[in-house]
């Protein structure tokens, strides 16, 4: 029903910035918030980032704020997640996942109903 693909992801030493793009396809339009989540080794998934389609609400996980940005171009149905000052830390597997209307926009993974394969990001010290 929605297709999700990521890019962008790369190497980039620590101070660096990469840019995230999330595609949706499909009945994207049916859904009511993006988000990014990310999953390092041996950690479990962690919200990221989402934002609301419609109204451009946005949430930040306390790690990224001020340095990521999320935003979305309805016309194109993506999502973007810019990533400036980045640190090792932020070295992740980064998904994009779209979430229906039911519950409002949510930080935690259940919440959200389509994932993409995700991209990897490499941030070296």
């Known amino acids: 029903q929605v297709q999700l693909v990521e890019s962008g992801g790369g190497v980039v030493q620590a101070g660096g910035s990469l840019r995230l793009s999330c595609a949706a396809s499909?009945?994207?339009?049916?859904?009511?918030?993006m988000g990014w989540f990310r999953q390092a080794p041996g950690k479990d998934r962690e919200f990221v980032a989402a934002?609301?389609?419609?109204?451009?609400?946005?949430r930040y996980a306390d790690s990224v704020r001020g340095r990521f940005t999320i935003s979305r171009d309805n016309a194109k149905n993506t999502v973007y997640l810019q990533m400036n000052s980045l640190k090792p830390e932020d070295t992740a597997v980064y998904s994009c996942?779209?979430?229906?209307?039911?519950?409002?926009?949510?930080?935690?993974?259940?919440?959200?109903?389509?994932w993409g394969q995700g991209t990897q990001v490499t941030v070296s010290s």
């Open positions: 996942a779209a979430k229906a209307p039911l519950g409002g926009l949510v930080t935690y993974p259940g919440g959200y109903n389509y």
């Open positions: 499909g009945r994207a339009f049916s859904t009511y918030a």
């Open positions: 934002i609301t389609w419609s109204s451009g609400i946005t």
